[in-house]
């Protein structure tokens, strides 16, 4: 039994709705409307304040919605991102590097037109444009800088930046084979990040997945949270060794890569520690899907106000 104190801030386990608990505002933006995937609707039920999307702003006479610098560049945007008067966070969903990755089409094509306005567009590689469009977020990331710097908020601010899936919409799948290992779900390797101004860097060579965010935010920003509720621990825990799992109940743990309860990498491992892990992905995974099948924080919300 952990010890910890209950208190009404502990119900809210969402990024969302803990963060509202504390006296944020917190909002979603992206490029696409609300209908698409019904973000609306989801965002709301996730305990967003709201969901905005560019195109919902019906203020577009072409495609300019679908570059990640319109996110910043949009006056009215800016204005719902950085209230004046109240704490706020800002989950930003970018677009500009999905596919097409073709010069003759996409965002690709509409860098391209306005980089060549009076000459002939040059026909690229996928993997050319892939670069061109992973600048377009870049560019949104400095223009998101700037703003911040001009608004005051720059020393305020905390920036958490990851990538949800690495690039399989890519025809090419040679170009992932130059950059990692794609023979397995080691395929999935990406990155994230956290920054604010003036923070001591600490690279953590753990692995971890999108489960060990929230925990980790969570920990740096000193909120109070139940750590039972996540599958997974907050990343500077000095008892979190790391791991990630697949839902195939493959797992990874920086070392040896596992597949059907074997090691599949050319790695050793103890044979206790082995069937160890192999006995906590399972547990992880059946928890994951019972949560979901029996809406346990539903339940769990009810049972906590009768």
Wanted: some cysteine; overall charge negative; glycine content about 4%.
């Amino acid at each position: 039994q952990n010890a910890y104190t209950f208190n009404k801030n502990l119900f809210n386990y969402s990024l969302a709705n803990i963060f509202k608990s504390e006296g944020y505002l917190i909002n979603a933006f992206h490029m696409n409307s609300s209908e698409y995937y019904s973000r609306g609707i989801n965002y709301a039920n996730f305990g967003y304040d709201n969901y905005y999307g560019l195109k919902d702003m019906r203020g577009y006479n072409n495609d300019d919605y679908v570059l990640d610098t319109e996110l910043i560049n949009n006056e009215e945007f800016v204005k719902l991102m950085f209230p004046s008067d109240q704490k706020f966070v800002d989950y930003i969903i970018t677009y500009s590097v999905h596919m097409p990755f073709s010069s003759s089409k996409g965002v690709c094509y509409k860098l391209l037109k306005r980089d060549y306005p009076l000459g002939e567009i040059p026909e690229l590689t996928e993997e050319e444009c892939i670069y061109i469009q992973a600048k377009e977020t870049d560019d949104m990331i400095g223009l998101l800088i700037d703003k911040l710097k001009e608004l005051d908020l720059f020393d305020d601010t905390v920036i958490v930046g990851y990538a949800d899936h690495y690039l399989y919409t890519v025809s090419d799948k040679t170009i992932l084979d130059k950059y990692k290992n794609t023979e397995n779900n080691l395929i999935n390797n990406t990155t994230w990040m956290v920054w604010s101004n003036g923070m001591q860097r600490k690279d953590i060579s753990k692995v971890t997945s999108q489960l060990n965010i929230l925990p980790t935010m969570l920990n740096l920003l000193g909120l109070e949270y139940h750590p039972n509720y996540y599958l997974m621990n907050d990343a500077f825990d000095k008892n979190y060794k790391g791991l990630v799992f697949f839902n195939d109940y493959s797992w990874y743990d920086g070392n040896v890569y596992v597949e059907n309860n074997k090691v599949t990498n050319g790695k050793s491992i103890d044979e206790e520690e082995l069937n160890e892990k192999n006995e906590l992905v399972n547990k992880l995974v059946k928890i994951n899907d019972a949560v979901i099948t029996t809406d346990y924080f539903k339940t769990l919300k009810k049972a906590h106000h009768s």
